[in-house]
């Protein structure tokens, strides 16, 4: 029995995610769709969809893949590759230098605290009481493809998400609602900005109790181990939240810090999300009216297994077939519901992640580990010693790559702040650990030469970010832990992701041009015939759309 005969045995055999293998709608519609549906899957590197492709269902990826535009050398164009920029810049076309979503937070000069991208204390929650509901889109600044979509068609925007950004900062300011997972109670919520009430479809999902079902549960293999890639214990592994071991099965127990947030890091977090999406598909009847409406989803919980178990590992290739599984099902209802031939698709990931330090270092690269600590007291230790004793830092971390100077106490010791980032960069450079080291006032002049400083001004935002920008050399983290894997780099292995447009609007093939995530707003804008977001520095790709004259 062929490899491609098990595999079509399995996928058929798995129960409640079965396998859509009809044949895909023949896409000749030339009206604007009912319907766009943004995908964003937290961590799905490029090399996800090559190294599993054999193993993907006929209607998963690989509808996207054989049916769509599908675009292998996608990068996002600037540091620090995290979740909040992605999501922001994702539909915006802007880079975090624009939009000002510089990370998942930052230091705030003026408060002396952190910042969520996405907190807002001038809204409460609707549907959690805490600060989990506090949250709006406020912090980024411009439009996006869902604020240009209102303004062209008058279309309903949904957002929903495991993570509150996932679900907000795609969804651009003034969507119909956007919606995210509240782990202490095990429901998707909203906040105040959105809406004083949950609507009665979220009242009626919740009411089911879906995560109480996931507890218990057990996320064994998919497939028989031997058709996976790594061994099941790589080095550098960390348990998954609630585990007491890294290797299968994994069994989802109750969380004693918040009930059900063990749910997200395992296939069973994609499961729920997929039935809200379609439970928002139906509630708010999106793609039935005269204008296209858009909907898009974040999937998290494939994050928050590569965080864990690293690109490497039996986890991540399980969780992405089954997410493919997931994905077949999804496509199957949108089709039943509404024609996928009345859909656009746009599919993609918010970044990449590295391998872990020890699964690097086993292969033969340059992979370890940074304390942060020690970093940050042996920078602070010579600082005194060059410029004497002072509080040189407003925090004395460094916050994803940035360093910032308490401007104040260097103005009364007299010590210039270009003598101080002119020393802190020659420190970083001689440590050994950091590829390059950015000033504030070279990241301003454009004086910040080649592809990673490029990456690092498109990245910096001059109210929000530090005085001092960090670039760690490949495969080397700041980690105080010994285990787990992070991304954020410049690097490939952070940057390159795959893109997929699927609809009547666009020219079925593969593509290897050059391609930014800046670039996917424009291309997507262009297939509808309307305008790119205000902050957007992207080009559309021509020769992937269906009518190159637009």
């Known amino acids: 029995m062929t490899i491609r005969k098990i595999l079509t045995l399995l996928l058929l055999a798995a129960g409640s995610m079965n396998a859509f293998s009809s044949e895909p709608p023949k896409l000749v519609s030339s009206e604007p769709p009912k319907l766009v549906i943004t995908i ?33 050398d996608a990068h996002y164009n600037y540091m620090p590759t995290i979740t909040g920029p992605g999501h922001a810049s994702f539909l915006s076309g802007a880079p975090p230098a624009v939009h000002g979503i510089i990370s998942n937070q930052w230091f705030d000069h003026r408060t002396g605290g952190n910042v969520n991208c996405v907190s807002d204390p001038s809204v409460k929650g609707v549907g959690a009481d805490g600060a989990d509901g506090q949250r709006s889109p406020r912090n980024f600044t411009g439009s996006t493809l869902a604020d240009e979509m209102r303004l062209r068609f008058h279309s309903k925007v949904i957002g929903v998400s495991h993570k509150d950004r996932g679900a907000i900062l ?56 031997s058709f996976y890639q790594w061994p099941d214990d790589a080095t550098g592994e960390r348990k998954l939240a609630g585990d007491d071991k890294v290797t299968f099965d994994h069994r989802v ?87 996928l031939e009345n859909v656009y698709i746009v599919l993609t990931a918010d970044h990449g992640v590295a391998p872990t330090p020890e699964f690097a270092a086993e292969q033969g690269l340059d992979g370890y580990r940074v304390d942060p600590v020690e970093q940050m007291r042996d920078l602070l230790g010579k600082l005194g010693k ?38 802190i960069r020659e420190w970083a450079l001689a440590s050994g650990n950091y590829q390059a080291a950015y000033s504030r006032r070279q990241l301003l002049e454009g004086l910040a030469p080649g592809e990673i400083g490029r990456r690092v001004v498109n990245g910096y935002n001059a109210e929000r970010s530090g005085d001092v920008v960090l670039v760690l050399k490949p495969f080397v983290l700041l980690s105080g832990s010994d285990s787990g894997t992070t991304h954020g780099s410049p690097y490939a292995y952070d940057t390159h992701i795959p893109v997929f447009f699927y609809g009547s609007g666009f020219h079925p093939g593969r593509y290897s041009d050059e391609f930014s995530i800046t670039d996917i707003a424009a291309t997507l804008c262009a297939a509808l015939r309307m305008n790119e977001p205000s902050g957007s520095i992207g080009k559309p790709l021509v020769k992937a759309l269906a009518d190159q004259t637009r």
């Open 40 to 72: 964003l899957v937290d961590q799905l590197r490029y090399d996800y969809l090559e190294r599993f492709h054999d193993q993907f269902s006929e209607g998963g990826f690989r509808l996207l893949m054989d049916n769509g535009a599908f675009l292998t």
């Open 170 to 225: 795609p969804a651009g300011k003034k969507p119909a609602g956007a919606y995210w997972f509240h782990s202490g109670s095990g429901n998707f919520i909203t906040s105040t900005y959105y809406r004083q009430e949950l609507p009665e479809w979220v009242k009626e999902f919740n009411g089911r109790k879906l995560p109480a079902q996931f507890i218990g549960q057990t996320w064994k293999r998919l497939l028989d181990p």
């Open 253 to 339: 127990v109750a969380s004693e810090k918040e009930g059900f947030e063990t749910i997200i890091p395992t296939p069973f977090g994609n499961q729920l999300l997929l039935e809200f999406a379609l439970a928002a598909l139906e509630g708010e009847k999106l793609g039935t009216s005269t204008h296209p409406d858009l909907l898009c989803v974040s999937f998290s919980s494939n994050d928050y297994v590569g965080h864990a178990s690293g690109p490497y590992s039996q986890e991540v290739q399980d969780i992405t077939l089954r997410l493919d599984l997931q994905l077949n099902e999804f496509f199957k209802q949108v089709d039943q519901k509404i024609g």
């Open 386 to 423: 060059q410029f004497g004793p002072g509080q040189y830092l407003q925090t004395p971390r460094i916050v994803d790559g940035n360093l910032y100077f308490n401007h104040g106490a260097l103005r009364k010791m007299n010590v210039s702040e270009d003598d101080v980032a002119d020393f």
